[in-house]
C-alpha cells in the first residue's frame, strides 16, 4: 500500500467521524495543509497517522486471502484461489458469473463461514450445487465461493480464508481429493 492509498483511508476514515482536517490539525500541531498532504499521499507524517490510530483506525492488509470455488460441473471441483481486497469483488462476481449473493447456512452456529452464491441462480436455471445444497439445506444453484465474515479497515466485511482455513473447509467437504490451486 502506497501514501496516496493510506491517506484516501484516513480521509474516509476521519470524514466517517464527522471530523474535519482543521480539527486533526490542531489536536496534532500542524497545519490543516499538513494534514491535507497526508491525506492526498504528498507526505507520510507519522504524528497525523497516529491521530488516526488512536480515534479508532485500523488498518487491516490482510494478502494472500484464500476463497474456496465449488463449481458443479462437469463434476464437483473444489479450487482454491489467492485474491486481496482490491480485486475481491470481481473475483466472487466472476466466480459466480454475475450478482453476488451472500448466504449464511450455518446460521451464527457456524462461526462466521458464509456462501457466495449467484443472486439469480436459480431464476437463471444454474446447474445446482450438490455441495452447497447440503451445507444449506435447501436447493443452491451454480458455483458456491466458501469465504468468512471479519473486520477490514474498521469495518464489517468478507475477508478470505488462510490457507490453513481453506484446507480445512476443503476436508470438511470432502473436497481435498479434488482441488486445483489457482
Known amino acids: 500500500m502506497d501514501n496516496k492509498e493510506l491517506g484516501r483511508l484516513c480521509k474516509a476514515y476521519r470524514e466517517r467521524l464527522c471530523k474535519t482536517q482543521a480539527e486533526v490539525a490542531a489536536d496534532v500541531g500542524y497545519s490543516k495543509e499538513t494534514v491535507s498532504a497526508f491525506e492526498t499521499g504528498r507526505n507520510n507524517n507519522a504524528i497525523i497517522f497516529c491521530w488516526y490510530v488512536r480515534h479508532g483506525f485500523k488498518l487491516e492488509v ?28 470481481h473475483d466472487l462476481q466472476d466466480a459466480v458469473d454475475g450478482c453476488i449473493e451472500i448466504v449464511r447456512p450455518f446460521g451464527r452456529s457456524g462461526g462466521h463461514l458464509v ?54 473447509v476443503m476436508r470438511l467437504f470432502g ?7 489457482v
Open 62 to 89: 490482510i494478502m494472500n486471502e484464500h476463497i474456496v470455488i465449488i463449481t458443479p460441473v462437469p463434476k464437483v471441483t473444489f479450487t482454491v484461489k489467492e485474491t486481496d481486497s482490491e480485486k475481491m469483488l
Open 115 to 168: 456462501m457466495v452464491v449467484n443472486d439469480e441462480g436459480l431464476i437463471r436455471g444454474l446447474p445446482a450445487n450438490p455441495v452447497g445444497s447440503l451445507i444449506y439445506g435447501d436447493t443452491i444453484a451454480g458455483t458456491v465461493v466458501i469465504m468468512k465474515e471479519g473486520i477490514r479497515n474498521g469495518e464489517p466485511d468478507l475477508i478470505g480464508l488462510t490457507e490453513e482455513e481453506a484446507d480445512f
Open 175 to 181: 473436497g481435498a481429493n479434488n482441488v486445483k490451486n
